[in-house]
């Protein structure tokens, strides 16, 4: 097939690939038309469901906010307590499933067909799949987590009632400052390395391979097509993308929620703007609004573009606290994280028998919801910038270098942070609210005023391209696959996301949010388990056709 091919803005396989022989076309389920000058082409019916079923729960959260807030609690606590194990293990074979493709032979395939070539550079891409998949946690969590597994790891262990009520992970390390540090650092990088981008690899490869391989509408119906056939385009697969779009938009939704309010934070701590939820409600407004325009221009003159000027300003960010803070302990601080890392991953990965119960389900398991959420969005987002990489390549740049970057970015931020309650005496990030830690650590640094105004820049451009990329994929998913369907709907789509943040902002915090997020992610687990099948299976006929 030709290059020059192209199906509802998806480039045809190049040289050799495994095309599927299905009589389903992109987008034969669509109802299109236009609502004055505005076009719409949307999939029928996981446009219309979704979509209800949103705003229904939108409506429900801000007419009964006190119900709906217990019921937020109880999902919460009802999911991580009982599926904490499930959660954890299906993250340990979703990590070995993406180790095992790098060795592999299934390694030499290439996403596009085997002339395909890669539509963006190292540095477009790698900006791109780093700022859609991290980029507010990082700023987020980069100082309080580290500090926080601290704390609880020298605190050591508390019981009541035979139960484990501390938050230390594993058994903690009562009074030993050094392994305090080390086990901090281990529980910190275990929740920022391997495992959640190996989920990104994952959810991103079987999109890809799928879509420019096989020739399937970019929608994550089509990663099922081995188990479903054509029946993939009925009730199974409306019922996996549906399940997608409440994935993402509660993933997003819970990013967004935590981005503004440690923008707000910054912003007290510069300004003395008011903390609060109409700040907070002023701050996603203004910043979807922002995100509106980014939308307007498109891939590459929109996310694109954000995406490299905010990799450029946190490196230069993580560049001025390496050189200021305490240098030379970073450095060896670096490797010392890596090596815990390593020493202390069988124990923390381990899904059985827990006794840290706080800390594996209050932290890993929500994280892994979480991330597990994101996943559809970032996978689409990766699939979409990916043509023409490798499967060696694409699981290698996913999965071992953005873990890398994480490893020491954490060490950077967590590590000056550790080093200023150690060696300096300063408690004041250590006893801060969890969005003010950041700009407390800065604020010991000199040009305090100038490093913190660009941490809150960073928050809202990593807000901005979030928002964005997360308004392409759902548009694409809600139009059956296209990737050309009309701007209209994604403006929709981005308006919708910062409408649901506000929402369950006001119905219930941070905690309506979270327990939003960890319970479409437990649904979408199943989901991604069954993707690795399929991802193997699609990779066994394209190494048949390459031979």
């Known amino acids: 097939m030709s290059d020059e091919t192209t199906n509802h803005g998806i480039p045809a396989p190049q040289g050799a690939a495994d095309v599927i022989d299905t009589e389903y076309e992109i987008g034969q389920h669509n109802v299109d038309g236009a609502v004055g000058p505005f076009g719409f082409d949307i999939h029928n019916p996981v446009f219309a469901i979704s979509g209800a079923a949103i705003v229904a729960f939108v409506f429900f959260t801000l007419a009964l906010p006190e119900q709906a807030a217990s019921i937020f609690s109880a999902m919460f606590n009802f999911t991580t307590k009982n599926f904490d194990w499930f959660l954890i293990g299906a993250a340990d074979l979703v990590v070995l499933f993406a180790l095992f493709l790098i060795v592999s032979p299934f390694g030499k395939v290439r996403l596009g067909g085997t002339n395909a070539r890669p539509d963006y550079s190292y540095a477009g891409w790698f900006s791109m799949l780093f700022a859609a998949g991290m980029g507010i946690g990082l700023m987020f969590y980069g100082v309080s987590e580290p500090l926080s597994h601290f704390s609880s790891s020298i605190g050591g262990t508390a019981t009541e009632g035979g139960v484990r009520t501390d938050w230390a992970p594993l058994a903690g390390a009562l009074d030993n400052q050094s392994e305090a540090v080390r086990l901090g650092m281990a529980a910190t990088i275990y929740h ?16 890809a391979l799928f879509t420019y391989n096989k020739g399937l509408p970019l929608t994550i119906r089509s990663a099922f097509y081995p188990i479903f056939g054509d029946r993939v385009w009925g009730w199974p697969g409306h019922i996996i993308d549906i399940l997608a779009v409440f994935a993402t ?48 221009r498109g891939l590459d003159g929109g996310v694109k573009i954000l995406s490299e000027i905010n990799m450029g300003l946190a490196g230069l960010l993580a560049l001025f606290t390496l050189i200021v803070g305490p240098t030379a302990f970073l450095f060896s601080f670096f490797w010392d994280s890596l090596k815990a ?22 932290w890993t398991a929500f994280y892994w919801a979480w991330w597990i959420s994101w996943s559809p969005f970032v996978g ?21 270098i953005p873990s890398l970057v994480c490893v020491a970015w954490m060490s950077i931020f967590g590590g000056t942070a550790i080093h200023q309650v150690i060696l300096d005496g300063f408690t004041g990030a250590q006893s801060a609210e969890l969005p003010r830690q950041l700009f407390q650590m800065l604020g010991e640094l000199p040009l305090a005023s100038i490093t913190s105004f660009i941490g809150i820049v960073l928050v809202i451009v990593f807000f901005v391209t979030s928002s964005d990329s997360g308004s392409l994929v759902i548009d694409t998913i809600t139009a059956g696959g296209k990737v050309d369907a009309p701007v209209p709907q994604r403006v929709f789509w981005c308006i919708f996301e910062g409408a649901v943040a506000i929402a369950l902002l006001l119905g219930g915090g941070l905690a309506a949010l979270q327990s939003m997020v960890i319970s479409t992610g437990l649904l979408f687990t199943l989901v991604l388990l069954l993707m690795c099948y399929c991802i193997f299976r699609g990779l066994q006929s394209e190494r048949a056709e390459m031979m």
Do not use: K
Request: glycine content about 12%; charged content about 10%.
């Open 192 to 207: 920022w390395g391997l495992h959640p981008w190996g989920i990104y690899a994952i959810v991103g490869l079987a999109l």
């Open 249 to 296: 938009l509660f993933g997003l939704a819970t990013s967004l929620g935590l981005g503004a309010t440690q923008a707000n934070a910054g912003l007290n701590e510069l300004f003395g703007i008011e903390i609060g939820n109409t700040t907070e409600v002023i701050l996603i407004t203004a910043i979807t609004s922002i995100a509106l325009i980014s939308v307007l």
């Open 341 to 362: 890392y390593a020493e202390y991953l069988p124990a923390l990965a381990n899904p059985f028998g827990r006794e840290d119960v706080n800390f594996s389900q209050g």
């Open 380 to 400: 689409m987002f990766i699939a979409r910038i990916s043509r023409g990489r490798t499967v060696r390549e694409f699981i290698i740049c996913v999965l071992l």
